[in-house]
């Protein structure tokens, strides 16, 4: 008995479905609103003790409450559209950014059946959404109509069409494993993957290269440090977002947030082996996958903040370049290499297929 | 616990057990079809080029959604990861970075009225003239042409590639190598060596030693140094 058929024994068939969803994409998205709010929170602690300073330590204990004070504060301020702006694509945008990277959530599997839509082709609806992205920016930087919102929305448009192409190879040699598109079904294709005991494709030497490239990729795709140059406060100010102020500004920034957190699930999910413990012995279920789940994609953004920390911002033409000439060309041959060998040891020998 | 059941159908009598589904189906169809016909439309009336692209990228994302209706999700998703996620993009780009005189663009407006309507009556009588010479029955299967149906627990991307990579790797091949050509064919005409531009080499800075670089010249009082 699943929870929207618990409600469509009290409503009735339609309503009772239609209301169960409902809220569900509520106990969804809020969490991750309030996991944005501490993440943020998070991202700064990490990084002032990586610089021997104490980071928010005023509102609430131990300064838990200072995103939601900021947060307030923003609410509070004054909406301003700028003169020349084009209006409707100006006020668009940042919504764009921000539903975007709530709906990916849907198909993200939390435990063993814990998703809100059990995708058959859920790994391609995440890579949709996150191509989609760009448009929040790209939209926002065109329609500031100045100069340095423009810059930055060119460049991140470019960056991220670029380390797109690299991510949907890396994609494949995982999907190539798993067999299958669908989230929960790589999880569990994961499970004891690797000498029989250890969940993970990132255990898998094979695997290895394409989680560190994935990463990496994550990274220019989430516009994070040290590929943030679509906000490079030193040349363009803030970038795109420079002319967006209060509720606006709060939804570029709860997007970026949460596409942070999401490309943490993800990675969690391809390569740390999902809900499932890293390694495959019995007492460890005893935690319940959530837990394990919860704990991976906050491991996983301790990495972003670390990384944030510690590396300078790279040269666009540099950034390029890796993108270009040294990920597409390596994911491809590594898609090569992956294919070959599962052919050669017989992975796919027990699929359906279509005899001709 | 199962999180989200799909969809579970009444258990009363059967007339009403498959009722609301086809209403939605039928709802979102509408929904999605309306949408891409006013963004089309828009994508040829709006006056803003930029306007014109993102009503288009509309049309686009809305057809991937009568993809899904009609079952095709795989084909739904690389509608959007292709056309919205890449080529939309770049389409975009281009027409942000050009300096489009709006002006210019209007003035050759009536010039060319004449032309674009004889171009349409055109098209609108070959339209009918086919409608008028052949029937629009249902097509006939044939053991050439019969759909192969999919085997048992193929999702619809398994399917998808069982057919394309086997039936038709020739035309998927070829398709391919149309594409590489154009690609290539793109390169070689923008790229260009100028000579005398002095080129990043990364390989080359890396292996820079500070005994290649650098020299140590004692330079007399008033002389200068040749470097």
């Known amino acids: 008995m699943s929870w929207t ?181 790589i999880v569990l294709a994961q499970k004891g993957n690797v000498l029989g005991f250890l969940n993970g494709n990132i255990f898998n030497p094979l695997l290895f290269p394409m989680a560190i490239l994935f990463f990496i990729s994550a990274l220019a795709e989430t516009n994070r440090p040290p590929f943030d140059l679509p906000e490079a406060e030193a040349e363009l100010v803030a970038g795109y977002q420079v002319e967006y102020s209060s509720m606006a500004f709060a939804l570029f920034f709860l997007g970026e947030y949460a596409n942070i957190l999401l490309m943490c699930a993800l990675t969690s999910v391809l390569f740390l082996g999902g809900w499932l413990p890293p390694v495959d012995w019995a007492p460890l279920y005893v935690i319940p996958g959530f837990f394990w789940m919860m704990g991976k994609i906050f491991f996983m953004f301790f990495v972003f903040a670390w990384v944030k920390a510690t590396v300078p911002r790279y040269r666009y033409d540099q950034l390029m370049r890796l993108g270009w000439k040294v990920f597409l060309p390596l994911s491809l041959l590594w898609v090569v290499i992956v294919s070959g060998w599962l052919v050669f040891t017989g992975h796919f020998d027990t699929l359906p297929g279509v005899s001709i | 616990m199962l999180l989200h059941g799909g969809w579970v159908p009444p258990r009363a009598e059967p007339s009403i057990r498959t009722a609301p589904r086809p209403v939605i189906t039928t709802l979102a169809f509408y929904l999605f079809a309306g949408i891409v016909v006013t963004a089309a439309t828009m994508v040829i009336l709006s006056r803003n080029p930029v306007h014109s692209v993102l009503w288009l990228i509309l049309a686009f994302f809305n057809a991937a959604g009568l993809f899904v209706l009609l079952g095709a999700e795989f084909l739904a998703m690389i509608l959007v990861i292709v056309y919205v996620g890449a080529v939309a993009v770049l389409f975009l780009f281009v027409v942000m970075m050009l300096d489009i005189d709006f002006a210019a663009l209007r003035a050759g407006f009536v010039k060319y009225l004449p032309a674009g309507i004889a171009l349409a009556v055109l098209l609108l009588v070959e339209l009918l003239l086919v409608q008028g010479v052949s029937s629009f029955g249902p097509v006939t299967p044939t053991a050439a042409n019969a759909p192969v149906s999919a085997a048992a627990g193929m999702t619809n991307t398994q399917a998808l590639g069982s057919l394309i990579y086997t039936r038709y790797v020739y035309i998927f091949q070829a398709a391919g190598m149309v594409l590489l050509t154009a690609m290539i064919g793109a390169i070689v005409l923008t790229h260009r060596q100028r000579p005398g531009t002095r080129r990043q080499d990364i390989g080359m800075q890396n292996a820079r030693t500070p005994a290649q670089s650098t020299s140590k010249v004692r330079v007399t009082s008033g002389e200068g140094v040749e470097l």
Not at chain 1, 13 to 42: E, N, Q, S
Not at chain 1, 113 to 132: E, K, P, Q, T, W
């Open chain 1, 5 to 185: 058929e618990a409600f469509q024994d009290v409503l009735g068939p339609g309503w009772g479905y239609f209301i169960g969803t409902l809220l569900l994409i509520l106990l969804i998205a809020l969490p991750v609103m309030v996991g944005v709010a501490l993440a943020v929170y998070a991202d700064r602690k990490i990084w002032a003790s990586m610089q021997l300073r104490r980071g928010p330590n005023v509102v609430g204990p131990f300064g838990i409450l200072q995103t939601f004070a900021d947060a307030l504060k923003l609410f509070l301020k004054e909406t301003i559209i700028p003169s020349g702006a084009n209006k409707g694509v100006f006020l668009i945008a940042p919504m764009i950014t921000f539903t975007l990277a709530l709906i990916a959530w849907a198909v993200i599997p939390f435990d063993a059946g814990l998703v809100l839509a059990d995708l058959n082709v859920g790994l391609l609806y995440l890579f949709a959404i996150s191509s989609m992205g760009v448009y929040g920016i790209i939209m926002s930087g065109w329609a500031s109509n100045s100069k340095y919102p423009f810059l930055g929305g060119l460049r991140s448009a470019a960056q991220m069409v670029s380390y797109e192409v690299s991510i949907g190879f890396v994609i494949v040699c995982v999907v190539l494993y798993a067999a299958s598109f669908n989230l929960s079904d």
